[in-house]
């Protein structure tokens, strides 16, 4: 299971809330031509827009109103998904999500194995979004509910369309809010700041914006399937089709040395370290399992294989759209874990400038965060019998560390000043092993590493203080949307029609 899940929901039940919800009538506020439109603004007239039935009033004393909308386009890929494309692998035999602007016909290599291959596509529609209009809110939910990484449905008109009367049609917006009123935006290196601090993303929410690089196991559930925002009934019941599965045989993990402690197994990696008189660096360098890195290419690039590479800002979803691709250096590693007591397991991300480590010590129920020999930060941990979920992340120049469900701060890394000089490695990640250790379900992740406009620059800022009323809002896929950064303004409040829920909250008595 993956670790970074807050709820459980009954399949049967949301189902049926969902066939419910799409009886719903359309009020005044929300009927758009007879539609809920959302569109997810793009270079593109084609691009992200949310068509569907909307709202209702709930039953309880809020009145809260729910809409529920099916995403076009690919602004706020990959984390909202409109109509794609499958792509089949003919080598691992697994799907990707690529965008409807892709044409198969140029060689391929698949994102998930890493294999030059063929590849078949199927057509799949687009995600659902449930939203909950904020008609009604008091001044004081307003501001407690448009959070920082909220993702809202926003109005505007669209004057590339004109009607009869010469303006154009009314229609929604889905974007993420980055910058809060009174704020002064920047972006730094794939960083957001405000002025002068940088600002650092919460556990939860780097689970939510996460882009998945690798993962090394085959999952029996989509690895987000309760942690999305986006829902796509059609494949819901399908355990055995996982946007992010990867195939074991062909793993981007590969044991350091010649005679290394780690060997494959069914569910994963497993190390017995014996005594031995052996250097220490012999000693260390058995017991690594190192992650390499390959570039997932498209054209006639790949005719050579995959490219070994730093993890950079690519989107294996849309290698149409021309972008720059920098080296990011949030990476976050989510694992299960065994430790047979007294063992240890040391996980090392590099994120351009120096190792950070985390030492999980079995027996003493212990975890240390090192980076350049300093001790960050040493927490207790409590170990489960069986297999125990951890996860750490350099995201935001900061160590994050999620171990067995606790929740820790995140550590200032130190010497991680904008405009450094770094090198990045691509095998920035290893494990170390200590005894007798486990480990399954390996997964690698990076930061969204927002960019200027188009992707053309890694820095970009507004220039000013937003206004009290006035949010800052980004697309998730940033060479391709169209928000703040073009604008060069933000949202008005009264322009925020609905924040997106999870579809766990769409109301119970709908059923």
């Given at each position: 299971?993956?670790?970074?899940?807050?709820?459980?929901?009954?399949?049967?039940?949301?189902?049926?809330?969902?066939?419910?919800?799409?009886?719903?009538?359309l009020?005044?506020?929300?009927?758009?031509?007879?539609?809920?439109?959302?569109?997810g603004?793009?270079?593109?007239?084609?691009?992200?827009?949310?068509?569907?039935?909307?709202?209702?009033?709930?039953?309880?004393?809020?009145?809260?109103?729910?809409?529920?909308?099916?995403?076009?386009g690919?602004s706020?890929a990959?984390h909202?998904?409109?109509?794609?494309?499958?792509?089949?692998?003919?080598?691992?035999d697994?799907?990707?999500p690529?965008?409807?602007?892709?044409?198969?016909d140029?060689?391929?290599?698949?994102?998930?194995?890493?294999?030059?291959?063929?590849?078949?596509?199927?057509?799949?529609?687009?995600?659902?979004?449930?939203?909950?209009?904020?008609?009604g809110?008091?001044?004081?939910?307003m501001?407690?509910?448009?959070?920082r990484?909220?993702v809202?449905a926003?109005?505007?008109?669209?004057?590339?369309q004109?009607?009869?009367?010469?303006?154009?049609?009314?229609?929604?917006?889905?974007?993420?809010?980055?910058?809060?009123?009174?704020?002064?935006?920047?972006?730094?290196?794939?960083?957001?700041?405000?002025g002068?601090?940088?600002?650092?993303?919460?556990?939860?929410?780097?689970?939510?914006?996460?882009?998945?690089v690798?993962?090394?196991?085959?999952?029996?559930?989509?690895?987000?399937?309760?942690?999305?925002?986006a829902?796509?009934?059609?494949?819901?019941?399908?355990?055995?089709?996982?946007?992010?599965r990867?195939?074991?045989?062909?793993?981007?993990?590969?044991?350091?040395?010649?005679?290394?402690?780690?060997?494959?197994?069914?569910?994963?990696?497993?190390?017995r370290?014996?005594?031995s008189?052996?250097?220490?660096?012999?000693?260390?360098?058995?017991?690594?399992?190192?992650?390499?890195?390959?570039?997932a290419?498209f054209?006639?690039?790949?005719i050579?294989?995959?490219?070994?590479?730093?993890?950079?800002?690519?989107?294996?979803?849309?290698?149409?759209?021309?972008?720059?691709?920098?080296?990011?250096?949030?990476?976050?590693?989510?694992?299960?874990?065994?430790?047979?007591?007294?063992?240890?397991?040391?996980?090392?991300?590099?994120?351009?400038t120096?190792?950070?480590r985390?030492?999980?010590?079995?027996?003493?129920?212990?975890?240390?965060?090192?980076?350049?020999?300093?001790?960050?930060?040493?927490?207790?941990?409590?170990?489960?019998?069986g297999?125990?979920s951890?996860?750490?992340?350099?995201?935001?120049?900061?160590?994050?560390?999620?171990?067995?469900?606790?929740?820790?701060?995140?550590?200032?890394?130190?010497?991680?000043?904008?405009g450094?000089?770094?090198?990045?490695?691509d095998?920035?990640?290893?494990?170390?092993?200590?005894?007798?250790?486990?480990?399954?379900?390996?997964?690698?992740?990076?930061?969204?590493?927002?960019?200027a406009?188009r992707?053309?620059?890694?820095?970009?800022?507004l220039?000013?203080?937003?206004?009290?009323?006035?949010?800052?809002?980004?697309?998730?896929?940033?060479p391709v949307?169209?928000?703040?950064?073009?604008?060069?303004?933000?949202?008005?409040r009264?322009?925020?029609?609905g924040?997106?829920?999870?579809?766990?909250?769409?109301?119970?008595?709908?059923?």
């Amino acid at each position: 299971m993956d670790h970074s899940r807050s709820r459980q929901f009954d399949r049967r039940s949301l189902l049926r809330r969902l066939a419910g919800a799409a009886s719903w009538p359309l009020s005044r506020r929300a009927s758009i031509g007879g539609l809920l439109g959302i569109v997810g603004c793009s270079g593109s007239r084609s691009e992200p827009r949310v068509t569907g039935t909307g709202p209702t009033t709930d039953t309880e004393s809020t009145s809260a109103r729910w809409l529920r909308g099916a995403v076009v386009g690919d602004s706020m890929a990959p984390h909202f998904l409109g109509a794609h494309y499958l792509a089949t692998c003919s080598y691992c035999d697994l799907p990707t999500p690529m965008t409807l602007r892709w044409e198969p016909d140029a060689p391929w290599i698949c994102p998930l194995c890493g294999q030059l291959a063929n590849a078949t596509r199927s057509l799949s529609s687009g995600d659902q979004v449930l939203v909950e209009s904020v008609a009604g809110w008091s001044e004081e939910r307003m501001r407690a509910e448009l959070a920082r990484w909220q993702v809202v449905a926003i109005s505007y008109r669209d004057n590339s369309q004109p009607t009869d009367s010469g303006d154009g049609p009314t229609t929604w917006t889905l974007k993420r809010i980055w910058g809060l009123p009174t704020e002064s935006p920047r972006l730094v290196d794939g960083v957001f700041w405000d002025g002068e601090r940088p600002l650092v993303k919460p556990w939860t929410t780097q689970c939510e914006t996460r882009v998945h690089v690798h993962g090394d196991s085959e999952p029996t559930e989509r690895l987000d399937a309760d942690s999305r925002l986006a829902f796509d009934a059609e494949r819901l019941d399908e355990p055995n089709l996982s946007r992010w599965r990867q195939s074991a045989r062909a793993s981007h993990w590969k044991p350091a040395g010649v005679d290394s402690n780690w060997q494959r197994e069914s569910s994963g990696w497993a190390a017995r370290l014996a005594a031995s008189n052996d250097d220490e660096s012999i000693i260390a360098e058995r017991s690594t399992l190192r992650f390499h890195h390959r570039r997932a290419v498209f054209g006639e690039d790949t005719i050579d294989g995959a490219e070994p590479t730093p993890v950079e800002n690519a989107l294996p979803f849309d290698p149409v759209t021309p972008r720059r691709l920098w080296p990011v250096a949030g990476l976050m590693v989510t694992l299960e874990l065994k430790l047979l007591s007294p063992s240890m397991l040391e996980v090392r991300v590099h994120d351009g400038t120096d190792w950070v480590r985390w030492i999980f010590h079995g027996n003493e129920g212990r975890c240390e965060v090192r980076a350049r020999d300093e001790v960050l930060g040493e927490f207790h941990w409590k170990p489960q019998a069986g297999w125990s979920s951890v996860g750490v992340s350099t995201f935001d120049r900061h160590a994050s560390t999620w171990a067995a469900n606790p929740l820790h701060e995140p550590l200032s890394l130190p010497g991680r000043d904008s405009g450094e000089s770094r090198q990045f490695l691509d095998s920035p990640i290893e494990l170390r092993a200590l005894g007798a250790v486990e480990v399954r379900n390996l997964h690698v992740w990076r930061d969204l590493f927002p960019t200027a406009p188009r992707g053309g620059g890694r820095d970009w800022e507004l220039g000013r203080a937003l206004e009290s009323d006035e949010y800052l809002v980004l697309g998730d896929n940033f060479p391709v949307s169209i928000d703040s950064r073009q604008s060069q303004r933000g949202v008005r409040r009264e322009e925020i029609v609905g924040v997106i829920r999870p579809w766990t909250e769409l109301p119970a008595t709908h059923d």
